[in-house]
């Protein structure tokens, strides 16, 4: 079981927004910025958000992200086909001394 | 052009030592601020950090770990090597390689990853 709790499962229609929570602790999200990834099996893992809220280059605009006390949010408006993939959050945490990743939510495009 | 590719046996037997190799291209680990990780992944289960160098020779190790790795690099020729002391089957997973930001603690680019099996 993950330091980091995502919902296992969210899904949504083309068109429509989905929300992924991270829920974290003081030691890592209360103090540190979060990353977010997308995995395709088979594929290398890909930064879609990185330091809370920050797009890398060539990422889409429809994705976004968000943290708040103990907790991160990763956004995705506009859902395409292309995003059905697993998405995992991470975050440096203090007490560790080590990344922590999220247990992982996989994005079903309905 | 950033890549990063993983290589090192499919199988090892337990208490045997895994060596995996990361060979990269594109950056230098002698350039200021550039580190490379490696997390693995066992099967159905989450991401796990295990180990990163940086450009200037310090190294990072999961705690509950740090008895087994080791990651030398060797700049020169653009790799980084993963050792793993007494495997064992829940070892088994897939290992990636990954260039960290030059701030923090995230990846920017990840190799496809070397699976590992961990059986006798």
């Known amino acids: 079981q993950s330091v980091l709790t995502q919902p296992p499962s969210a899904s949504g229609t083309p068109g429509q927004g989905v929300t992924i929570s991270c829920s974290g602790s003081n030691s890592n999200i209360g103090g540190n910025t979060v990353n977010w990834y997308q995995y395709l099996p088979g594929a290398a893992p890909k930064l879609v958000i990185k330091s809370d809220y920050q797009r890398p280059s060539g990422v889409p605009g429809r994705f976004s992200g968000s943290r708040s006390g103990t907790s991160a949010s990763l956004a995705i408006s506009g859902l395409q086909a292309e995003d059905e993939a697993d998405y995992y959050c991470a975050v440096y945490d203090d007490s560790l001394r080590a990344v922590l990743f999220g247990g992982g939510t996989k994005l079903t495009v309905l | 052009q950033v890549t990063l590719r993983e290589s090192g046996p499919a199988l090892v037997k337990p208490t045997q030592t895994l060596t995996l190799t990361c060979s990269f291209s594109?950056?230098?680990?002698?350039?200021?601020?550039?580190?490379v990780s490696w997390i693995r992944q066992p099967p159905g289960k989450a991401l796990e950090w295990l180990a990163r160098?940086?450009?200037?020779?310090?190294?990072y190790y999961k705690t509950s770990l740090k008895t087994r790795l080791s990651i030398p690099k060797d700049t020169s020729k653009n790799q980084v090597v993963l050792t793993m002391t007494n495997m064992d089957p829940v070892d088994t997973a897939t290992y990636y390689c990954?260039?960290?930001?030059?701030?923090?603690?995230?990846?920017?680019?990840w190799g496809q990853g070397s699976l590992v099996i961990v059986s006798s």
């Open positions: 160098i940086d450009w200037d020779g310090d190294f």
């Open positions: 594109g950056f230098s680990l002698s350039s200021s601020g550039v580190s």
């Open positions: 990954a260039r960290g930001q030059s701030t923090g603690w995230g990846f920017d680019y």
